[in-house]
Each structure stands twice: as structure tokens, then as C-alpha cells.
């Protein structure tokens, strides 16, 4: 999942999605708000839903994308209890002002 977030355009369409949530928005949606060429879109969406962290549903001819706040979440805990619990890395009173 961090790989799939490592890339600039795929942060950029998760976020995007973000703001969208719970509607989410069709792939044209995505395009046109945030310039990438469809192909480069679509291979983008393919890699973020095979790492579970956006969902995708289709409406007629459509394709709608939400964010998979499941996934997220999942992804949140786990560097929560690496970095917080187990480790210690960082204290949990850092991160809870920024949620």
C-alpha cells in the first residue's frame, strides 16, 4: 500500500478521492480535475485498486472510484502500532492533533 502512495499522481488521486467521499467520482471526473492522460489515469487507478485503497464500481458506462477508507484505516493502524505502540518511534500525543 505505501508503495502504491509513493507515486505523486496516485497521492494525488487518493486525496482527490478523499475530498469526494462517500460519492466518489467518475474516471472523466478524475481526469479533467486533475490533467493525466487517460492511459497514465488508468494504469494509476488499476494499481490503487489492486492495493485495495480505492474502490471501483461501474454505473452504466461509467466508472465511479471512492476511496476504500477500510483500506486506509488498515494501513493507519498498522503504522500507528509500528511507530507508536510497538516501537515507539513517535509519541501518540504527536499524531493526535493532526487527526
Known amino acids: 500500500m505505501l508503495a502504491a502512495l509513493g507515486a505523486e499522481p496516485r497521492l494525488r488521486i487518493l486525496r482527490l478521492l478523499l475530498t469526494a467521499h ?6 472523466g471526473d478524475i481526469q ?3 490533467g493525466i ?3 497514465t489515469l488508468s494504469h ?3 494499481k490503487l485498486k489492486n492495493e485495495e485503497l480505492v474502490k471501483v464500481r ?3 458506462t461509467f466508472l465511479r472510484y471512492t476511496a476504500n477508507t477500510d483500506g486506509l484505516k488498515e494501513m493507519l ?3 500507528y502500532a ?3 505502540t510497538r516501537n515507539n518511534v513517535i509519541d501518540p500525543k504527536d499524531i493526535a492533533p493532526a487527526c
Open 44 to 46: 494509476h487507478l488499476e
Open 37 to 39: 492522460p487517460p492511459s
Open 32 to 34: 479533467a480535475e486533475l
Open 77 to 79: 493502524d498498522f503504522l
Open 58 to 60: 461501474r454505473e452504466s
Open 22 to 27: 462517500p460519492g466518489g467520482l467518475v474516471v
Open 82 to 84: 509500528e511507530c507508536c
